[in-house]
């Protein structure tokens, strides 16, 4: 493809004339924000100097050749005083003057004049210095000002109150300089390995992670260390990162106060923390596993065996997180609870006799009742021949769990009757002993992990490939380390 400049009145072609072409400047996403608010502001200024109407479909073919530069090349981009950070000669128009682009010329050169002599001026204050090492870690850097003077040339007419100014200066912007970097270190060390490696006080661990030890911390480490993406260009560790998602999901802090603490901005630990919820949702879920009917007879709490042997399979009931209030009607209409009197979203939650949470639904309307999520969840089909469930009484579901095969057993109720039978108070009273323990569960759930508590914002209803919406996300990754941690269950 031959290249042609877009410069009016400019006939160069690349087959023919021997110069060089430039393509129109990128706009650059990948880096800083500096980089980027720079090359935007380029490629504004290389298209209003060719002044030119260009459909934006051409952009990518836009040509200038060198005819248009005073060096014949345009310069780098973090060079923006230079006159060639822009076509400025030979435009075919007047907006840009050629006499505007010699003052321009001028001004740079004596820019770089300037910046010269700063620089000799620098290097002969550093050797004037009476006694500063460039790294006080660097052995043989102990010269003083003697031994100095005695390598360099004695004819100077610098004056000895200028001298001892600029030794003063450096003095302390060397000093000050080894404490940002001191600084900047101990900012990177925050939230290591070495910052909750302490064996005999695992309260940082809890705090911050809501996870019972160091110990346990370390092997969730090591069970997805490798699936954490990591490259050269990474601020922060791969443990870092994951002691980021734990922090947010435990304590809840914002995005900007996540970012102060580890030394990144807003934007990057929110990046951070959902790229992080997608591994950790990957990995833990199998956590939430529905154990055989063997490991559950063998594991069964005295409290079970004694009111129902060792039949009961699952404790089911449902538990609601806030959402922010959708701006679309009917999605507001599905999430309105009419229990909590607001938005929230609604998730099915069973936990094994033991404590552990064996079933954890995706999320509901909060308008759906616990007896639809329980028969169109997936649930019942987990159930088995002679199983038993425990539910409360909200939970009218006794055709369907029979249909496979179960028992259901609720609380009595008094609807059409004065008062219970000693029979009914008797079973009811052995049903709320043991049907406790899936609240101690859900609130053992919110208060480790206090993302729960706080009302989400509707963003993180937003569902990927697999129909997995943010917030099914969180509960589960939650979920699953609550699994990690010490049952609430007794077993005696």
């Known amino acids: 493809m031959v290249n042609f400049c877009a410069i009016y009145r400019c006939g160069s072609r690349g087959d023919r004339d021997k110069k060089s072409f430039y393509r129109l400047p990128a706009v650059i996403t990948g880096q800083c924000e500096k980089t980027l608010e720079l090359s935007q502001k380029r490629r504004a200024k290389w298209l209003a100097n060719v002044s030119r109407s260009i459909k934006t479909s051409n952009l990518p073919y836009v040509r200038i ?37 010699a ?33 006080e870690d660097e052995p043989g850097s ?58 005999d006080d695992d309260e940082k661990v809890k705090y911050y992670t809501g996870l019972p030890d160091f110990r346990t911390l370390k092997i969730l480490y090591q069970y997805v260390e490798p699936y954490i993406p990591h490259s050269r ?41 959902l790229c992080m919820i997608d591994v950790l949702h990957a ?21 079970f065996r004694v009111n129902f042997g060792t039949k009961v399979a699952i404790i089911i009931d449902c538990f609601e997180v806030f959402l922010e209030r959708p701006s679309n009607l009917s999605a507001r209409a599905l999430t309105w609870s009419s229990y909590k ?3 929230t979203v609604k998730f099915l939650i069973g936990i094994t006799p033991q404590g552990s949470i064996s079933y954890l639904s ?10 639809h999520v329980t028969e169109q969840c997936g649930i019942l089909s987990q159930l088995n021949p002679g199983d038993v469930v425990l539910a409360d009484r909200g939970f009218d579901i006794a055709d369907s769990v029979g249909m496979m095969g179960a028992e259901l057993c609720i609380p009595a109720f008094t609807r059409g009757k004065k008062q219970l039978s000693g029979d009914e108070v008797e079973k009811t009273r052995k049903i709320a002993n043991v049907r406790i323990h899936v609240e101690r569960v859900i609130g053992s759930l919110r208060q480790k992990y206090t993302i729960l508590q ?16 943010t917030i099914d996300k969180i509960v589960i990754v939650c979920a699953a380390l609550t699994n990690l941690c010490p049952s609430v269950v007794p077993f005696n």
């Open 103 to 135: 003052r321009d010329s001028k001004r740079y050169k004596r820019t770089l004049g300037r910046e010269e002599k700063k620089k000799s001026f620098d290097a002969a204050s550093a050797l004037l210095q009476l006694q500063i090492p460039y790294d």
């Open 341 to 343: 009197h607001n938005n």
């Open 283 to 303: 990995r833990l879920q199998p956590l939430i596993h529905w154990p055989e009917r063997e490991q559950l007879r063998e594991t069964m709490p005295m409290s």
């Open 65 to 101: 050749c060198s005819d248009h530069f005073i060096t014949g090349k345009p310069s780098t981009l973090f060079d923006c005083t230079n006159p060639d950070w822009a076509p400025t000669i030979n435009l075919g128009h007047d907006k840009v003057t050629e006499a505007s682009a």
């Open 142 to 199: 102990t010269n003083t000002v003697h031994e100095i003077a005695t390598e360099i040339p004695t004819q100077t007419d610098l004056k000895a109150a200028a001298i001892a100014a600029m030794q003063t200066e450096l003095q302390r912007l060397l000093t000050e300089n080894k404490n940002l970097k001191q600084q900047l270190s101990s900012e990177k060390m925050k939230f290591d390995l070495n910052f909750f490696n302490d064996e």
């Open 454 to 469: 706080t009302t989400l914002p509707i963003d993180l209803m937003a569902t990927d490939d697999k129909k997995n919406t």
């Open 233 to 273: 260009a990474s601020v922060l560790t791969k443990f870092q990162q994951l002691s980021l998602c734990l922090v947010k999901l435990r304590l809840n802090l914002s995005h900007m106060d996540i970012g102060q603490r580890f030394g990144i901005n807003k934007s990057s630990a929110s990046r951070l923390f």
């Open 362 to 371: 995706k999320g509901w309307g909060g308008r759906t009742s616990d007896k």
